[in-house]
């Protein structure tokens, strides 16, 4: 039989209604066989997520201020939903054994990955499935990164004893045991690695929007929802801050040649966005989705005949790799080059950064463009079409934005401009309306 693994996201799992629309889902497809619920998200605007409620109990107990109020949202949340769905569990034990580890100093990762663990307990028995802990299957190395052999070897022979399972998402454990987390958003990360373990037909992606959408709809009214999308134009746009997927949860099922179904869990007749491969690429529109993330620094250096001095750019990258600072992008032009930088990489070292450029590769001038937003427009029919910077220009002149920054990569599916963090909205409505309305 055919297997699809089903993650639910936070919103699809935040209260007993919620959990009665995935159990009509799941129940409405034998193929559903493996479910990863996220822990529960906001039912509404100006609500709060257990995550998060989770990780502010740690930091109470590190600072020695009383956590009990919060911890009793918490057990608020979950008790609502099990009453309500009629269960017959008593959480009490747990939450109990949860509040005493966390009041004894449990770690920041063992406390936030409560969340799942408890929404996965109490959606089992809601479905009529076998829990089944990650702790035992998903594996880290000592240095904390996934074993990712390990950990599908694992999974494999862990879950052909299991028909039907709920698996928590967004933890696993180290090699002693410790459980650990993957970073936030990481539920997507574990439905991929059991997706890709079980060979699954489909990974379902279950969340609050039908599908991928053109733009943030956070910024852009109502966008057009992207019916197909290759991994390799996802990445580009979940690591431009479309946050619908964490950026690491493509691999594992790209691997496996697995496609990404996103789906509404509020819309369930919605076909929702197919992420397909690369291979099968179509080209109906010219450009597949728009992105962008603020908090960039441009540090723009010019030097005459830059190319002439054969070291001139390793220099100027060793200088960055000594102070551990990631470079994002490198436009260059004969006589200059453009760093970008991610400030939560830059911290306070942008004044001996520019110090130790000047000092060492002794440019002609050098520029530093703080507050900068990158946004990338993105599509592989972009290699197609004609007059697609044209048209991405023309929408931002018309809209009064200065771009200060353009860089487009060699894969020509990614057009990315620098545009100053105050104009980001209205940048990218811009190119919406150019190339969309
Ligand atoms: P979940 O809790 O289900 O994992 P997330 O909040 O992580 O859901 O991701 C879904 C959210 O991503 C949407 O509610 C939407 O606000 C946001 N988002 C940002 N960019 C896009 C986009 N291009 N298409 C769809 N949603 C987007
Ligand atoms: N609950 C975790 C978070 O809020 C993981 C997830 O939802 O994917 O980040
Ligand atoms: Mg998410």
């Known amino acids: 039989m055919n297997i699809k693994v089903a993650k639910f996201g936070g919103s699809s799992v935040a209260d007993a209604k919620q959990f009665r629309k995935v159990r009509e889902i799941v129940l409405a497809d034998d193929c559903r066989r493996y479910i990863i619920p996220s822990a529960p998200g906001k ?8 995550t998060d409620l989770l990780y502010l109990c740690h930091a109470h107990v590190k600072h020695s201020v009383p956590f009990d109020q919060m911890f009793d949202m918490i057990c608020e949340r979950y008790l609502g939903i099990v009453q309500e769905l009629e269960l017959s569990i008593d959480l009490g034990p747990y939450l109990s054994e949860i509040k005493e580890k966390i009041s004894k100093g449990a770690s920041v990762d063992y406390t936030a990955s409560r969340g799942e663990y408890l929404n996965g307990f109490i959606l089992a028995q809601y479905l009529g499935y076998d829990f089944v802990d990650p702790k035992d299957m998903i594996v880290f190395d000592e240095f904390g990164s996934l074993d990712a052999d390990k950990t599908k070897e694992l999974v494999e022979k862990s879950l052909v004893e299991h028909k ?43 969340t609050d929007v039908s599908g991928f959408l053109m733009a943030d709809p956070r ?8 019916e197909k999308i290759t991994y390799q134009e996802l990445r580009e746009l979940s690591y431009m801050g479309a946050t619908v997927l964490h950026e690491e949860s493509v691999f594992p099922v790209r691997e496996a040649g697995i496609p990404i179904n996103v789906r509404n869990t509020n819309e369930p007749d919605n076909r929702g966005t197919m992420i397909i491969s690369d291979k099968e690429s179509i080209h109906a529109n010219t450009i597949t989705g728009i992105a962008g993330r603020k908090d960039f620094t441009v540090i723009s250096i010019q030097k005459n005949r830059m190319n002439a001095d054969i070291s001139f750019v390793r220099r100027i990258l060793s200088i960055l790799e000594v102070n551990s600072i990631p470079v994002e992008h490198l436009p260059s032009g004969i006589d200059n080059i453009s760093i970008v930088i991610d400030d939560e990489y830059l911290g306070s070292k942008l004044n001996k950064i520019v110090k130790e450029i000047r000092e060492q590769c002794k440019p002609d001038a050098i520029e530093v463009y703080p507050n900068m937003a990158l946004i990338a427009t993105v599509g592989h029919g972009m290699v197609y079409t004609r007059g697609v910077a044209a048209k991405l220009f023309t929408s931002l002149a018309e809209a009064n934005i200065n771009i200060r920054m353009i860089d487009q990569g060699s894969s020509e599916i990614n057009i990315i401009v620098g545009v100053e963090t105050n104009d980001f909205e209205r940048a990218v409505q811009a190119i919406y309306d150019g190339f969309v309305e």
Do not use: C, H, L
Request: charged share 20%.
């Open 219 to 226: 910024i852009v009214e109502k966008p057009k929802q992207i």
């Open 164 to 206: 039907q399972a709920v698996i928590p998402g967004f933890y696993g454990a180290m090699p002693n045991g410790e459980v650990k987390t993957f970073s936030r958003g990481g539920s997507d990360i574990t439905g991929s690695i059991v997706a890709q373990a079980v060979g699954a037909e489909v990974y379902e992606n279950w």
């Open 43 to 50: 039912r509404y605007g100006g609500d709060y997520k257990i």
